[in-house]
């Protein structure tokens, strides 16, 4: 286990409404990531982090954003949240062994 | 952006048999990964390749880093049920962001 959980595990909201999620690691890692994975799509990168208020765009970054005002935790916000934005949402973190990246359990949102 | 093209899309195998899916890209990395998702999980990293060239193995499980570093396969050898589930290769230029294929899906049929 790379010591990452993710809360909350399922999330049903509905459009225009702000929602956070949030990451917490146990490993006190620089790097954490944030996606998105959808059918036909893979996994593609929204935000990360390379150290406390040190964060940057993905490929993915439209209509979120991110803060990390520790280490250990890593928040994704959708301000007003859209159908188009109903996914898994995945954090990751950077182990120390070269440039291997570990997953959290994920998060489901549906956005009503 | 970068583009990783994974195939096959999705696999039925018979149990035992032997399975080989394979990714390939217009730009070269620096770092190949594998991952396996089960469903409702996250996925979770099988095998990495640091160097061209590098055949690497972890139990049923072997991998290679193309010479060319535009191109990584992995082979999972006498299949069982438990191998189900999808396969995702990733490739690695810079230090902070991976590029993922789009997986494949393996069926092991009993």
């Known amino acids: 286990d790379a010591g990452i959980t993710q809360s909350p595990r399922h999330k049903v909201t509905e459009t225009g409404t702000p929602v956070t999620l949030r990451c917490h690691q146990t490993e006190n890692h620089r790097y954490m990531y944030w996606y998105r994975q959808d059918p036909g799509h893979g996994l593609r990168l929204i935000h990360y982090s390379y150290g406390v208020k040190d964060t940057d765009k993905g490929e993915v970054s439209d209509g979120y954003s991110v803060s990390r005002s520790k280490t250990e935790d890593f928040l994704l916000t959708l301000e007003s949240a859209t159908s188009s934005q109903t996914s898994v949402y995945f954090c990751?973190?950077?182990?120390?062994?070269?440039?291997?990246?570990?997953f959290g359990p994920g998060t489901r949102l549906l956005v009503l | 952006g970068q583009q990783l093209n994974q195939s096959p899309q999705s696999m039925f195998i018979q149990e035992g048999e032997d399975v080989s899916m394979n990714c390939t890209s217009s730009s070269i990395f620096n770092t190949w990964l594998w991952y396996k998702q089960d469903p409702g999980e996250g996925p979770v990293l099988l095998i990495a390749?640091?160097?061209?060239?590098e055949l690497t193995s972890n139990g049923r499980l072997t991998a290679q880093f193309g010479i060319t570093r535009k191109d990584s396969f992995l082979n999972i050898s006498a299949s069982i049920p438990s191998d189900v589930g999808i396969y995702f290769c990733a490739g690695q230029l810079t230090a902070r962001q991976l590029t993922f294929g789009s997986g494949t899906q393996l069926t092991v049929l009993p």
């Open positions: 990751a973190i950077r182990g120390l062994a070269g440039e291997t990246q570990y």
């Open positions: 390749l640091y160097k061209a060239g």
